[in-house]
């Protein structure tokens, strides 16, 4: 496994952390269990969850990842092996998805905050989490699939200085180590940077935003942003929910499978993902690669990421993903890629 400093911390991650949104709807508890112990056997130390999780989110369910790492991490004593990061989530009204969760409180308030990181740490069985993130905006803006931006007028959002300032003294009181957001864009990470400068509050040290073949859109504006300020990139959904493994192609649907078994994850559907897919796919085939293996080595091999956020329902996938580590990409690859991006560039945002 390699590692990486993540902001200016003085957390050493791997450049591979387990997403664990799964655990508790696609995975039971047991399963759970067998995927984090592979992964920390492997070297992996960053265990990624949400308070929302597992997807889809539903109210029967709400919890349940952070609970079954709670008893992993019970069971095991291993809370000092791993870095645990976790999500307060964001408002309901973009989503409605999460309008189950403080029956719709999830506004970035100092009450909210208060009342989410307070159930997560019970969840989690542990009194201080490494990394806490912002799931998604307070405002309105562009992420979850929207690529342009657009505008809502006099938009009552809760201002970034009131949310910094009660995450500060969750950090002084010892309850959160680091603070980081996920699915923000360049003018959001760099208001929280500056804001945080003004008032002596906590800097964000990690963006968590999705980045993958399917979808670089990170690196139009916060990439810049990532390595300039040190914030460094946690990608998520690396392999485009599975897509990226050719998995899909031709019309398959594998049965079980996330995209098989849910309508609402059709992000990264579509004409030209379908041909861009099938490009990399075969990119892949020539050079003697796993497809998966070649999507997730790309991310890893980004100045920008400081850890790429996999997910895996088996352990066979598992361990074809931790294996990316140990690739690295030719030249030659990396030019397909690049040639392949151009002909269908960001055809899932
Ligand atoms: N901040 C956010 O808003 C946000 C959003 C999404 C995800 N995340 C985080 O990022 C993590 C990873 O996201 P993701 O699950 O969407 O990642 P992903 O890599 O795009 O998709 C993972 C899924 O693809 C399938 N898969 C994985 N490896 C495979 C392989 N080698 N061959 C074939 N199929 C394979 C599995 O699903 P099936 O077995 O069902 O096919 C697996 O659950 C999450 O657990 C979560 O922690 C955060």
Known sequence: MQYRKIGQTDLNVSVISLGTMTFGEQNTE??????????????????????????????????????????WLKKTG?????????????????????????????????????LALNDSLQR???????????????????????????HTEHEDFIPIAETLLALDSLVKAGKIRHIGVSNETPWGVTQFINIAEKLGLSRIVSIQ??????????????????IREN??????SPLAFGHLSGKYLNGAQPEGARVTRWERFARYKGENAERA????VELAHKH????????????????FVSSNIIGATHLEQLKVNIG??????????????????????????
């Open 288 to 303: 003697g690669l796993n497809p998966a293996q070649l999507a997730l080595a790309y991310v890893n091999s980004r100045r």
């Open 231 to 236: 914030v460094g990139l946690l990608a998520y």
């Open 124 to 150: 989690l069985q542990v009194d201080h989490v490494d990394l806490y993130q912002l799931h998604w905006p307070d405002r309105t803006t562009n992420h979850f699939g929207k690529l342009g931006y657009t």
């Open 30 to 71: 047991h399963e759970a269990h067998t995927l984090i112990d592979y992964a920390v056997a492997q070297g992996v130390n960053l265990l990624d969850t949400a308070e929302s999780y597992p997807v889809p989110p539903r109210p029967e369910t709400q919890g349940q990842t952070e609970r079954f790492i709670g008893t």
């Open 78 to 114: 291993k809370r000092n092996e791993v870095f645990i990061a976790t999500k307060i989530a964001g408002p309901s009204r973009q989503l409605g998805h999460s309008s189950h969760i403080r029956q719709g409180e999830s506004r970035h308030n100092r009450h909210n905050i208060e």
């Open 209 to 226: 935003n999705p980045y993958n073949l399917l979808n670089r859109t990170f690196e139009i504006g916060n990439a810049e942003v990532s």
């Open 324 to 349: 990316s580590v140990d690739i690295e990409l030719s030249d030659e690859v990396l030019a397909g890629i690049e040639h392949i991006h151009q002909l269908y560039p960001n055809p899932s945002p």
């Open 277 to 280: 897919t099938e490009l990399y």
